[in-house]
């Protein structure tokens, strides 16, 4: 089964810092990999994903997040935090199963920047 | 953003009470997911559906059960709730022709047993 491990619970940062959150999956097989962000009050948006191909995929908000086989990971990463960034981040990977697609998500990270 | 709604959007009951929880899509997908969310937990598959009458259970399904009679309806119904279902409730759709993978999340439910 896949498991996904995103090691820092909160992370705090200044604006205008970079930033990166960590994501280990664990998969038998080629990974789909998704970051999602989450406001409070409000439901995950998706913010990038990693089919195949180009292993730097970018997204929206200026994140971008690079996978690494060797290492499985999927880390994402921001060179200015804004404000408006502090949320929680959810780290998924997908599987298909019994005639579905299924995503497991990690535990994820809450973001609080500081101005 | 993709078309989904939830109703209710918050929700107190009591402890062996009934409950149905509505996720009504506009996008036509074929795919339509229930989560739980907990702290300290992430999001959890309760039941998904990969089509008109087609349903399955996901990770965290005890007390929980789903109908699917049109495209755009997923319902969620807790036949008699408990406290350790006070949590707040997302769908999600996905359609495989544009993605199999992603799935787009509706605004929640937060749903409260005492």
């Known amino acids: 089964a896949q498991s996904v491990t995103q090691p820092d619970i909160h992370i705090t940062v200044s604006e205008g810092a970079s930033l990166e959150l960590r994501c280990n999956y664990s998969y038998g097989a080629t990974p789909y990999l998704f970051w999602y962000v989450q406001s409070p009050g409000q439901g995950l948006q998706l913010l990038l994903k990693y089919f195949s191909g180009d292993t730097l995929v970018q997204g929206i908000k200026g994140f971008e997040a690079e996978f690494k086989r060797s290492q499985s990971s999927f880390n994402l990463r921001k060179p200015s935090v804004h404000w408006s960034d502090a949320a929680e981040y959810f780290c998924a990977v997908g599987r298909s199963g019994a005639g579905s697609y299924q995503l497991t998500f990690g535990k994820g990270t809450k973001l609080s920047v500081i101005p | 953003d993709a078309g989904i709604t939830q109703s209710p959007r918050h929700k107190v009951t009591e402890t062996g009470t009934p409950v149905t929880l509505r996720c009504h899509q506009t996008e036509n997908h074929r795919y339509m997911y229930w989560y739980r969310q907990d702290p300290g937990h992430g999001l959890r598959l309760i039941h998904y559906?990969?089509?008109?009458?087609?349903?399955d259970k996901g990770e965290v399904s005890d007390g929980y059960s789903v109908s699917r009679s049109k495209t755009e309806d997923f319902l969620l119904t807790l036949e008699s709730a408990t406290s350790s279902q006070t949590s707040v409730y997302f769908c999600?759709?996905?359609?495989?022709?544009?993605?199999?993978?992603?799935?787009?999340f509706g605004p929640g439910t937060r749903l409260t047993v005492t």
């Open positions: 999600a759709i996905s359609e495989s022709a544009t993605g199999p993978y992603e799935q787009y």
């Open positions: 559906s990969y089509g008109v009458k087609d349903t």
